[in-house]
């Protein structure tokens, strides 16, 4: 990424600054339909948006250049989202530790999504790797920031975590709710581990999947309820960590094997080319440290600006007591601790050392949220609190509707075929969260 591509794409920038201070002005929308409940987010706003005016200002104000600059520019703006979303280790370090076996055991329950979409999407809707992206788990933001750094959104899996994203905002509570009623009725589930497995690390599904516990074991609902809210809280202090190194590989290795090998590597080696992420060359790995450290920072420090001004936009509309110098630190700690991140990374490449670099600011978030451990957990983790997740969400959407504006045929073409595995995933992480605690709950014998 060149220095003077970052000036050549100013209105590029502002045209999402624009697009994210309008979807977070309009708000989050509920809808009630009786049993049908979902809400739209600023970030579906944003995504609608983006593809919507790189659709209209196409070869005018938006060309084919700057769509694969904002396919770019998405894994950049993710790198804030994982720093945030790994700093939730911390305050909530002591649920951790207290935690029982059922409880931490079954959060491995959510990689059952793999084994139930992949193969359904391969041999039944014969789907390229889209089916990576929505079957590596139930995609919510810490896949969308995954998924935007290992291949970039505007890729095959882009498309299917961004399908399944917006299915789930869409249609994973009133999903969960179904799900957990039909699975109420089945003897050998204790409802202890349906509660455990209600946690999911979204809130709004959470709700969706205990409440129907709760009202067929009206008895035991205060514990039903911490079963639940323990579990929400360890879905998302590991979640990241759970879905890169577990359910990505995993999630390629049964693709291959569903595929067969020859046309897993044919897929692969056509779509190199494409891919519109930032690779670790060994021309970048040899330039001056400082000449490659400043060609992101110029790029962190603009993203940076455009979620500043979705917080504060935030803030204001929810009535939040947040001054802008509030989520101006906030956001100061996130981008010293991405600029670190990014530091360490370019060290360890001169090593031979190439992980991705929203390992080491997910590592570092974690450990500076952590009390007792960070020697500045407390501001830190104060700064935090006037930071939220949704409008970290909001540019990452916009990028990625500039971005995927030129694969809308393509995406349409696949958009059932997403839903049915939206679901299946969702089916899948409910299902292997509720049986491994069912079984550690039997093993321990308290049910």
Excluded at 111 to 121: D, H, K, Q, Y
Excluded at 329 to 349: A, K
Aim: with cysteine; charged share 15%.
């Amino acid at each position: 990424m060149k220095n003077k591509n970052i000036l050549t794409d100013m209105r590029l920038h502002f045209i999402i600054l624009l697009v994210v201070i309008a979807a977070e002005a309009i708000g989050i929308i509920p809808f009630d339909f009786g049993i049908v409940k979902f809400k739209l987010l600023p970030m579906i706003y944003a995504l609608i948006i983006g593809i919507i005016v790189a659709r209209t200002l196409s070869s005018s104000s938006i060309s084919e250049r700057d769509m694969a600059r904002a396919g770019e520019y998405v894994s950049i703006s993710c790198l804030f989202l994982i720093a945030y979303m790994a700093t939730a280790i911390g305050p909530n370090i002591s649920t951790v530790i207290k935690a029982g076996p059922a409880l931490i055991l079954q959060e491995f329950g959510n990689l059952g999504t793999i084994f139930i979409s992949i193969p359904i999407a391969v041999f039944v809707f014969k789907m390229d790797r889209t089916a990576i992206g929505s079957g590596f788990s139930i995609s919510r933001e810490e896949g969308l920031g995954i998924v935007a750094n290992l291949y970039g959104l505007d890729s095959p899996e882009g498309r299917g975590v961004m399908g399944s994203y917006i299915t789930g905002t869409l249609l994973g509570t009133i999903a969960f709710s179904i799900i957990s009623s039909i699975f109420i009725n089945i003897s050998w589930f204790s409802p202890e581990s349906l509660a455990m497995a209600a946690g999911t690390g979204s809130a709004s599904m959470m709700s969706g999947a205990i409440a129907p516990i709760i009202e067929a074991f009206p008895d035991k609902e205060q514990a039903l309820m911490g079963y639940g809210a323990t579990s929400q809280v360890l879905s998302a202090v590991d979640t990241v960590y759970v879905a890169f190194f577990l359910g990505i590989p995993i999630a390629e290795w049964l693709y291959k094997l569903c595929k067969g090998k020859e046309k897993y590597e044919a897929e692969k080696a056509a779509l190199a080319p494409t891919r519109h992420i930032e690779k670790k060359d060994d021309k970048e790995v040899n330039e001056g440290f400082a000449k490659t450290l400043s060609k992101y920072l110029g790029v962190l420090c603009i993203t940076a600006v455009i979620s500043i001004a979705g917080l504060y936009v935030s803030s204001i509309r929810m009535g939040s007591d947040s001054t802008m110098s509030d989520v101006l630190v906030g956001m100061l700690w996130l981008f010293g601790i991405t600029v670190i991140g990014l530091i360490l990374d370019l060290l360890l490449q001169k090593v031979h050392i190439n992980l991705p670099t929203i390992l080491y600011i997910a590592f570092l978030a974690s450990f500076a949220s952590i009390p007792g451990l960070s020697p500045v957990a407390g501001p830190f983790n104060e700064a935090m609190t006037h930071l939220d997740l949704l409008p970290l969400c909001t540019p990452i959407l916009a990028y990625a509707g500039i971005s995927s504006a030129k694969e809308l045929d393509s995406f349409k073409k696949q958009g059932l075929k997403i839903v049915v595995i939206t679901i299946c995933a969702l089916l899948g992480t409910y299902i292997g969260s509720a049986v491994i605690a069912n079984i550690i709950l039997k093993i321990m014998g308290t049910v």
